[in-house]
């Protein structure tokens, strides 16, 4: 079992930066894969960013490309998302998630936060 806890949301203006930070707890992180999903209002969930076990393999959603960060420090049990450059589309509820494996599909994750919040305004 993993217990994962995001933080850093809030409100910034377009063009600023937030970075999230998701803290996990239970089985060793360094065990998982991990992903970063958003939900907007009204809209599904969808794929942001995913990082390997290892940090050596990444993979980004299109439209967050060149503009945001995954990272991770598996001896602190964390993985990050450093978000520059914020336009109001990216605003959403963000979620961590762990899996086995670095995937773009939702069902490949086992475990979830609750999210944080992000709100660009513009």
């Known amino acids: 079992q993993v217990q994962l806890v995001e933080s850093g949301g809030g409100l910034v203006q377009a063009g600023g930066s937030l970075r999230l930070s998701c803290a996990a707890s239970?089985?060793?992180?360094?065990?998982?894969?991990a992903g970063w999903f958003r939900q907007a209002p009204g809209k599904e969930r969808e794929f942001v960013a995913c990082?390997?076990?290892?940090?050596?393999?990444?993979y980004y959603a299109d439209s967050v490309k060149g503009r945001f960060t995954i990272s991770r420090d598996n001896a602190k049990n964390t993985v990050y998302l450093q978000m520059n450059n914020l336009k109001f589309e990216d605003t959403a509820v963000h979620y961590c998630?762990?899996?086995?494996?670095?995937?773009?599909?939702?069902?490949?994750?086992?475990?979830w936060g609750q999210g944080t919040q992000v709100t660009v305004s513009s």
């Open positions: 998630a762990a899996a086995d494996h670095c995937s773009r599909r939702e069902d490949d994750y086992d475990y």
């Open positions: 239970g089985r060793t992180f360094s065990s998982y894969a």
């Open positions: 990082i390997s076990r290892s940090g050596g393999i990444t």
